[in-house]
């Protein structure tokens, strides 16, 4: 099976269960999904919640580790 290229393709995916700190199968599911549309070229986003936290300043936190984490390697 051929690689397909989604350069051209944007895609935003929801990041609640992305944000859960306890895995479960749909965060799983999420991260893989955000892995393989990287490895396929597409522009990858997650919508995250700025709720994960009721201290502004560690849900900041959490999302900028949460980026760092998505960051292809």
Do not use: H, W
Request: aromatic residues 6%; proline residues 1%; charged residues 25%.
């Amino acid at each position: 099976m051929k690689n397909q290229d989604l350069s051209a393709v944007n895609v935003l995916i929801d990041g609640y269960n992305l944000e859960l700190r306890q895995g479960t199968g749909i965060s799983t599911y999420g991260m893989t999904l955000v892995e393989a549309l990287r490895t396929l070229k597409a522009r990858v986003s997650v919508l995250c919640s700025s709720k994960s936290s009721r201290d502004a300043q560690l849900a900041e936190v959490f999302l900028f580790d949460m980026r760092r984490e998505m960051e292809p390697k």
